[in-house]
């Protein structure tokens, strides 16, 4: 049974960081693409980030470009996002995505193009 959990999320002020932590079970962890997506209330599921099995290739959505630093430890089954820089905009829950991808990463505009999807953990940016 594979299983995706989220962690590391909280309040914070604007201008400040969090770490969020995603650990994977029931899959081969290195066999898979993995990214971030979130959603603020009455918003759509929104792509923030992928990155490719290997760790090689990333993807950011842009209004994060230059914040966010998605990473990696195939050794450790886990998946990280650090974000910088917070704005209230970057207010949203957080989830842990995964896809069974040999190439880059699927499509950051499609939540359907992931299979396994985490709880969510939940960020707040204050002002």
């Known amino acids: 049974q594979v299983q995706v959990v989220e962690s590391g999320g909280g309040l914070v002020q604007a201008g400040g960081s969090l770490r969020l932590s995603c650990t994977a079970s029931g899959l081969t962890f290195d066999d898979y693409a993995m990214g971030w997506f979130r959603q603020a209330p009455g918003k759509e599921r929104e792509g923030v980030s992928c990155?490719?099995?290997?760790?090689?290739?990333?993807y950011y959505v842009d209004s994060v470009k230059g914040r966010f630093t998605i990473s990696r430890d195939n050794a450790k089954n886990t998946l990280y996002l650090q974000m910088n820089s917070l704005k209230p905009e970057d207010t949203a829950m957080y989830y842990c995505?995964?896809?069974?991808?040999?190439?880059?990463?699927?499509?950051?505009?499609?939540?359907?193009?992931?299979?396994?999807w985490g709880q969510g953990t939940q960020v707040t940016v204050s002002s």
């Open positions: 995505v995964a896809q069974d991808y040999r190439g880059g990463c699927p499509d950051l505009e499609s939540p359907y193009a992931y299979t396994y």
């Open positions: 990155i490719s099995w290997s760790g090689g290739t990333e």
